[in-house]
């Protein structure tokens, strides 16, 4: 068996959806915003999976609050998962998967990165996101599109796989654009 590579269709995990080599929608994930008069708004995201056969089965769930301190809510399945930061001012974040394992999504070189907590330093990547991107070396100058890449070691859990990388890069997405909006902003005199 080898890597699965899911492509992107869009540059935003809470609105595209994920598409095999030859095309067929494995995953979709959904973002619906709910404004809230007073309690400012609220988004929900849901991840649906197509069976052999078209049908779509909703695997996961993620409840975005309307307040920035509070925590988003993570479901797979029926099941919640706790995402749990693993950093003070980084951005690692470790699940316990269906299989009863642990596992963190970390970035590395700008890139999400899904390590096994139980295998050690060593492990080898459950997933890892690639950008798109664009370069001249490339022949006609065409764009690569931003793609899932996921080993046979993790196709075991791929609806945790899917559902806590939408959650993950969107929060990291988050606190970069975040950090880039303080580094634009100008020092008071003193």
Do not use: C
Not at 32 to 37: F, L, S
Not at 90 to 115: C, H, M
């Amino acid at each position: 068996m080898s890597t699965l590579k899911l492509i992107l269709s869009r540059g935003d995990p809470l609105q595209t959806d994920f598409l095999s080599t030859d095309n067929r929608v494995m995953y979709t994930s959904e973002t619906i915003t709910y404004a809230r008069p007073l309690h400012g708004s609220r988004a929900t995201t849901t991840v649906t999976r197509r069976d052999p056969v078209g049908g779509l089965l909703q695997v996961g769930l993620v409840e975005w609050p309307a307040n920035p301190d509070d925590r988003p809510q993570v479901v797979v399945g029926t099941r919640s998962v706790e995402m749990t930061k693993t950093g003070l001012y980084t951005s690692p974040e470790k699940f316990q998967a269906q299989d009863g394992r642990t596992y963190e999504w970390q970035i590395s070189n700008y890139r999400a990165q899904l390590v096994p907590l139980h295998a050690g330093h060593n492990a080898a990547y459950i997933a890892t996101f690639l950008q798109s991107s664009q370069s001249i070396f490339k022949p006609w100058n065409r764009k690569s599109s931003a793609s899932l890449f996921v080993p046979p070691e993790g196709t075991h859990i791929l609806d945790d796989i899917i559902v806590t990388f939408i959650y993950f890069e969107s929060q990291w997405r988050d606190r970069e654009r975040f950090r880039a909006r303080t580094w634009d902003l100008p020092v008071a005199a003193t």
